[in-house]
C-alpha cells in the first residue's frame, strides 16, 4: 500500500479496501474494484485489526470510505465497528466467495467490460489477472444462475478464460460463448499461465514487471493494484520455478521489477535472472 502510494503520487487514499489474509477469493475479487477507486488491498484478521485500524487512520482521506470484502465470519464486526470511527464503511458480501464476487462487481459498476473468468477454487490464475485492473469472474465447474443473469444484464461480449480446463472448466466457458466471443489463455502450469497472460495484456514489451510468489497467495493479493500503477504484469515464481519468468523477461526487455515479499520467496538471483 505505501509503494502504492508513492506510486500514484498521492499523501492519503480516497477509498481503502480490506480483505481477509488467510483466504484469497475475495481480496482477488476486488482487484477491479481497487482499480475503479484508486484503492489498495489490505489483508487483515483478528491479530491486527489495531494496526490496520492505524493505518487507515493514517492513511485513508477525511470522508473516504473502506469497503470489506465478505461476510462477517471472515471480517468481523468488531472490525468493522472499529474502523467507522475513522471512515464510512461499506462491506459487499455474499453467502459464499460467488455470492461476495458479485456484489465486489456491482460495486465496481462493470458495464461491458472484458470479462475475465478464473477458478473460484484456486489463486494462481487470478493472481496473474490482477495487474489488468479488469473485473474478474470466479466460477466453480457451472455457472450459477445468479452470474448468468449478471453477465446478462451488465451485456458483455468479451470473456477470458484464465487457465485450463481443470481450472475453468468447459461448461463454463459454453455459457460465456452463449452471451460472446470467449478466449482461453492457458498454459501446462500456473508460470507459463501467468507468461502467456503478461503477453496477451502487455505485448511483448515491458520495462517493469511485479513479481509474486507463486505457490502462495497473500503477499501476491496486494500486489495487483501496485502492478496497475505501474501498467506492469504480474509474474509468478519462485526460488525453483523461475525460468519461464525469465523467459518473458528476456524477450519483454525487463529493467525493473517490484518483488513482492522476502528472500526466503523470491531470492535476489531469481530476480537478476528475470530482469536481466
Not at 84 to 110: F, I, M, P, Q, S
Not at 149 to 163: K, L, Q, V
Not at 217 to 237: H, R
Amino acid at each position: 500500500a505505501d509503494a502504492l502510494k508513492k506510486s500514484m503520487d498521492v499523501k492519503q487514499f480516497e477509498n481503502i479496501i480490506i480483505a481477509c489474509g488467510s483466504d484469497y477469493p475475495d481480496a482477488l475479487s476486488g482487484s477491479c474494484l481497487a482499480a475503479e477507486k484508486n484503492a489498495p488491498i489490505l489483508l487483515i484478521d483478528d491479530s491486527c485489526k489495531e494496526k490496520i485500524e492505524r493505518y487507515v487512520e493514517k492513511n485513508l482521506k477525511n470522508g473516504g470510505t473502506v469497503y470489506l470484502l465478505g461476510g462477517e465470519g471472515v471480517i468481523s464486526r468488531d472490525i468493522e465497528k472499529s474502523l467507522k470511527a475513522h471512515a464510512v464503511v461499506k462491506r459487499l458480501a455474499g453467502k459464499d466467495r460467488y455470492g461476495t464476487n458479485l456484489a465486489v462487481l456491482k460495486e465496481a459498476d462493470v458495464t461491458g467490460e472484458t470479462l475475465l473468468v478464473c477458478s473460484g477454487q484456486s489463486f494462481a490464475d487470478s493472481l496473474s489477472v490482477s495487474s489488468t485492473g479488469l473485473p474478474i469472474l470466479l466460477a466453480a465447474d457451472t455457472m450459477t444462475a445468479a452470474q448468468k443473469s449478471y453477465i446478462s444484464d451488465i451485456a458483455t461480449d468479451r470473456f477470458y478464460m484464465i487457465g485450463g480446463t481443470g481450472a475453468v472448466s468447459s461448461s463454463v466457458e459454453r455459457t460465456c460463448k452463449l452471451q460472446g466471443d470467449t478466449v482461453r489463455l492457458a498454459g501446462k502450469n500456473r508460470y507459463t499461465t501467468s507468461t502467456a497472460v503478461a503477453r496477451a495484456f502487455y505485448g511483448d514489451w515491458s520495462s517493469s514487471a511485479v513479481l509474486a510468489y507463486a505457490q502462495n497467495f497473500p503477499d501476491g493479493l496486494a500486489g495487483g493494484t501496485l502492478a496497475m500503477s505501474l501498467q506492469a504484469p504480474v509474474l509468478l515464481t519462485d526460488n525453483s520455478s523461475f525460468s519461464y519468468a525469465g523467459f518473458y523477461g528476456t524477450d519483454a526487455g525487463l529493467e525493473k521489477a517490484a518483488v513482492l515479499g522476502g528472500v526466503t520467496l523470491i531470492n535476489d538471483d531469481v530476480v537478476n535472472k528475470v530482469i536481466n
